[in-house]
């Protein structure tokens, strides 16, 4: 296990909705990147965050937002949920060291949305 | 923009045989990082090898290596001696240098390993 957990593990809500999905990072590491991975692909970068601040975004729109906290850890929060949000979000925590720096994964959140 | 390409939507492997998955990449920046990762259907990825692209020699986990061909933008894993554990999701990702982190990640390769 990588120590990245993640909460809640499943989620079911309805279109309009809004959610929250939390990350905690494995000790050491102070960057957190979140990606959504729909059923039959790969994983897209939603954003990441370092040091409590937002370090680069993926092509998503901006009901999809997040937080980093004092200790790392990190919320991702998506507003006016819509059907295709229905996916398996991951969070990955590293350090900054830079390349060769590997992102660990958390066991994900699934998210169904009706 | 950087793309990854894996071409094998899923293949079937004998116990105890090597399977190659074939991983294709396209970038025009010449510092960036190559990864495979591993999803068995809980869900959760597990990293299982690197390669940079500076890297001399091509890169080595135990039974997984890196077909490293830089000239042809392919970075294909080859897992030896095929275990039923090794049944999963395998995901082919690129990181840039000046965007450490941000992965960029292919479809992915289901493999079946069979007894």
């Known amino acids: 296990e990588t120590g990245v957990t993640q909460s809640p593990t499943h989620l079911i809500k309805t279109r309009g909705q809004q959610v929250t999905l939390r990350c905690s990072s494995q000790?050491?590491?102070?960057?957190v990147s979140w990606y959504q991975q729909a059923l039959g692909q790969g994983p897209q970068f939603i954003f990441q965050?370092?040091?409590?601040?937002?370090?680069g975004r993926g092509n998503f729109p901006p009901r999809f937002s997040g937080l980093q906290f004092p200790n790392y850890s990190s919320e991702l929060n998506v507003n006016a949920l819509e059907l295709d949000d229905s996916a398996l979000y991951l969070c990955?925590?590293?350090?900054?060291?830079?390349?060769?720096?590997?992102?660990?994964f958390g066991p994900g959140t699934r998210l169904l949305v009706l | 923009a950087q793309k990854i390409t894996q071409t094998q939507p899923g293949m079937f492997v004998q116990e105890k045989e090597a399977v190659t998955l074939d991983c294709t990449y396209d970038?025009?920046?010449?510092?960036?990082?190559l990864f495979w990762y591993k999803q068995p259907s809980s869900g959760e990825m597990i990293f299982l090898i690197y390669?940079?692209?500076?890297?001399?020699q091509n890169a080595t986990e135990g039974r997984y290596s890196l077909n490293f061909q830089k000239a042809r933008k392919s970075a294909n894993l080859v897992i030896s001696a095929s275990q039923l554990g090794d049944s999963a999701m395998y995901f082919c990702?690129?990181?840039?240098?000046?965007?450490?982190?941000?992965?960029?990640f292919g479809a992915g390769t289901q493999v079946v390993v069979t007894p």
């Open positions: 990955a925590s590293s350090t900054r060291r830079g390349e060769g720096e590997t992102q660990y």
């Open positions: 000790s050491g590491h102070n960057t």
């Open positions: 965050y370092y040091r409590e601040e937002e370090n």
């Open positions: 970038t025009s920046d010449p510092s960036y990082g």
């Open positions: 390669q940079g692209s500076y890297d001399q």
């Open positions: 990702a690129m990181s840039l240098t000046d965007s450490w982190g941000k992965f960029q």
